[in-house]
């Protein structure tokens, strides 16, 4: 037993415990797959497909990719100089670094799903309010990423750049940003990807797009529209991943 | 020209000095070469000159006036007419030689145009210039991360010369090139600093390079000057004070 010691047994046996603690408080039992043909019997109303609203689908995940894609570069471009502020080597001030931190973590710990339904009131339906709910989110959670980003950044050029006597803003700004954009921009296009799962849940709460129709259909027993919605929705994914990375391997 | 009265650094939380009690004064024209072993207080030393190191106690005069007490707006009109360049270079990545020069200008221009990127043809002409005096005219347009360790350290040193500066500092300009590119460096530097009479202030883990190309030598020993003179007068017996090690210097607890 070279490999283990005490420590080692005692937190594996820790976890044994968490796992049953958590399979107990979720109700979690295997013996309930019995009636899977419930299961079955249900898939099989999702096939064929039905594509007689192919048109209004796409134009539908058209609107979703446009409510992903401007929340999160919206996000992104609100939270740039917010993280500048709350990274401990470029805030201008310890009181200004302190408060946009907790600001971020305030922000960022309100879901979409609430800021979407607070907005909803003022609002109404539409994706307008999904937008801005998923814009807050990210201004929190890029500004962090960023932020983090920012303080890990080589000091060198920073530093060359006050001996040239610019000022600190530009200094900062000229000497940090160049570095770490491809990682900006690999956080971004994860929050995109991101986005465009949340604006799926924000459509059930009429925030419009592919989910909302996939809501609807659901709703209303349309099995052979909801199959194609889910496969829209994978391709679209997909997509966006292969996207991402092109971009990266360009940027790098 | 630049004078350093009783100039005292300590780190918090260390013991000890990083620079102790050290007044010197340099005149325009000479090439100063600053001998000590690592942690002997020379980049604290070189970084004090333009207050990229503020010191705990002491003044620094540049031209008669004291600078400790400026403000940051002063502070940069000191440091824009001073080049550096430095052991790693710290040119900016993912940009061209020519912007990384340009960027030497920024203490002259109002911050605007340095986000915007706008600059005058004169601009425009002097970084050119400067890029050639260096040999790197073919590579205007080349990234920097895509350059050799000394074609790197020559937009380091183009950098620091579209500054137009008095003075030139070197925190070891050389320490991370190999002798033959370090030799041709210090060449360059030489050249350079006899034709624009500049003074130069480089420090330099390698002796030789110093007697060979400096006017005046100084050594640091745990934080106190312990040598200052012409390199001729810097032999076998300064060398083992400056180098040889005390078994028990302890710098931090």
Known sequence: MVWFKRRNLITFILLTFFVYISMRLTEFDLTKFKDFRNMIDFLSQWFPMDYSKLPAMLQDTLETLAMAFLGSILGLLIALPFSFAAARNTAPSKLLFHSTRIGLSLVRSIPEIVFGLILLTTLGLGPFPAVLAIMFHNVGVLGKLVSELIEAADRGPQEAMKAVGAKNWIAYLFSVLPQIWPNVLSHYFYRFEVAIRTSLILGFIGGGGIGQRLFNDFKTFQYSSVSLDVFIIMLMVIAVDFFGSYVRNRVI | ?253
């Open chain 2, 1 to 253: 020209m630049i004078e350093l009265k009783h100039l005292s650094v300590r780190y918090p939380r260390t013991v000890q000095d990083a620079l102790s009690d050290v007044s010197v004064s340099f005149q325009k024209g000479e090439f100063v070469c600053i001998l000590g072993k690592s942690g002997a207080g020379k980049s604290t030393f070189i970084r004090c000159l333009n207050r990229l190191q503020k010191p705990t106690s002491g003044e620094v005069f540049l031209d008669g006036l004291p600078i400790m007490d400026k403000n940051e707006f002063e502070i940069r009109q000191v440091r824009r007419e001073m080049g550096m360049i430095f052991q790693h270079f710290n040119l900016i990545p993912r940009m061209s030689v020519l912007q990384n020069v340009l960027t030497g200008t920024f203490g002259y221009r109002h911050s605007l145009r340095n986000l915007v990127g706008l600059f005058t043809a004169k601009e425009l002409e002097s970084a050119k210039q400067v890029i050639d005096d260096v040999g790197l005219s073919e590579m205007l347009h080349r990234r920097v991360e895509n350059l050799s360790g000394g074609q790197k350290q020559r937009v380091g040193i183009a950098r620091a010369l579209v500054q137009q500066p008095r003075i030139l500092l070197g925190d070891e300009p050389v320490a991370s090139l190999d002798p033959g590119t370090a030799n041709h460096i210090f060449t360059l530097l030489k050249d350079l600093h006899d034709r624009l009479g500049l003074l130069t202030v480089i420090n330099v883990h390698d002796i030789n390079l110093a007697k060979r190309y400096a006017s005046r030598i100084i050594a640091l020993k745990e934080g106190h000057l312990i040598f200052d003179g012409i390199p001729e007068n810097f032999t076998e017996n300064e060398f083992h004070e400056t180098y040889e090690s005390k078994p028990k210097s302890v710098l931090f607890h």
